[in-house]
């Protein structure tokens, strides 16, 4: 596969975690890279963006402030950190490629990783 997501799991409210994703193959890293995330019964819906060189980003106003997305080209990964979590944060979440402007879909898919934020 050509992203793998790693790192999710349970979080208490108010805690943080921290995505990762590893791409594959050298084009990867001239693509605009982010991470979208689906909620049952709903859409879904990019929660960051990052252009090829790190330089341009795009956050939505409903994570704004809270997460924060990265990347390294040199190891083939980005990340999304994501802080002060709320249960509606709750979803799978996946890394997503060659997505133009930024925040739209790109045709590659990671497989998705489970968020879950509960006392």
């Known amino acids: 596969a050509p992203l793998v997501e790693s790192g999710g799991g349970l979080v208490q409210p108010g805690g943080s975690l921290r995505l990762s994703c590893e791409f594959s193959?050298?084009?990867?890293?001239?693509?605009?890279l982010a991470w979208f995330r689906q909620a049952p019964g709903k859409e879904r819906e990019c929660v960051a963006a990052?252009?090829?060189?790190?330089?341009?980003?795009y956050y939505p106003d409903s994570v704004k402030g809270r997460f924060n997305i990265s990347r390294d080209n040199a190891k083939n990964m980005v990340y999304l950190q994501m802080d002060s979590l709320k249960p509606e944060d709750t979803a799978v979440y996946y890394c997503n490629a060659d997505g133009e402007p930024l925040g739209a879909a790109g045709a590659y898919w990671g497989q998705g990783t489970q968020v879950t934020v509960s006392s």
């Open positions: 990052i252009n090829w060189s790190g330089v341009g980003t």
């Open positions: 193959g050298r084009i990867f890293s001239s693509y605009a």
